[in-house]
């Protein structure tokens, strides 16, 4: 029987935090469960598309927005199951039996969250993600999420914008996403420039905007900024 899995990893200049990623797969290819790496680049600048070429990825190529380069990857995908990754996320040791049981369960799940930094403020806005999945459905794409691919194709997939894609496939999934035992380790780069309280405040802020109707495009225009 093939493999199940197919891994989908959008990339935008990933390279110092891709090895890591890649590396931490390397329990699901002896386990054989997956089938294939799909790396779905946005325009990379740097040593990124060398990793992926190295370590046998599919690449995949087009405009840097997440949500395009995850609808390119999945459409390149040819598992039954999809596990979407972000390449500065790093699966936990044991994943492959989480991923199993949550296959024979059959619904689609994410991963708890945790980052690579100690203290109460990531902990706080671990313990925030976390909650705002279980209770909400509503993991973001740092948590990896594990799809069959029949469920993906009946909501239509990842939608083409910029920002909010994680959240708009949850909605249209009825927010029926589980939460799996085992945390995935972010980094916390991100939060430890910006504050990890503001940085926070700003994603909440963003996801009401988005929740409210405001168009994903401006969102992450000053997202950005």
Do not use: K
């Not at 090895?19 to 997956?34: D, H, K, R, T, Y």
Request: charged fraction near 20%; glycine fraction near 10%.
């Amino acid at each position: 029987m093939r493999a199940a899995i197919s891994v989908v990893i959008p990339t935008l200049d990933a390279e110092g935090a891709l090895p890591a990623c890649l590396s931490a797969l390397v329990e699901g290819l002896e386990a054989g469960m997956i089938r294939e790496v799909i790396v779905t680049d946005g325009g990379s600048r740097d040593a990124t598309r060398t990793i992926a070429d190295a370590a046998g990825a599919v690449l995949v190529t087009g405009p840097p927005s997440r949500g395009g380069q995850l609808r390119r990857g999945a459409a390149a995908t040819q598992g039954a199951w999809l596990l979407v990754l972000h390449a500065d996320t790093v699966l936990p040791e044991g994943w492959t039996r989480a991923a199993r049981a949550q296959m024979q369960a059959g619904g689609p799940a994410a991963f708890r969250l945790s980052f690579d930094a100690a203290g109460l403020r990531p902990a706080l806005v671990a313990g925030w993600a976390n909650l705002r999945s279980r209770v909400f459905g509503l993991p973001y794409g740092d948590q990896s999420l594990l799809i069959a691919r029949d469920t993906y194709a009946a909501t239509g997939g990842y939608p083409d914008i910029p920002l909010m894609e994680d959240v708009a496939l949850a909605r249209a999934l009825d927010r029926r996403i589980a939460l799996m035992p085992l945390a995935v380790t972010t980094a916390a780069d991100r939060y430890a420039r910006t504050g990890w309280l503001r940085r926070g405040a700003r994603n909440l802020w963003t996801l009401a905007r988005y929740l409210c109707g405001a168009d994903p495009a401006r969102l992450a225009a000053r997202y950005r900024r």
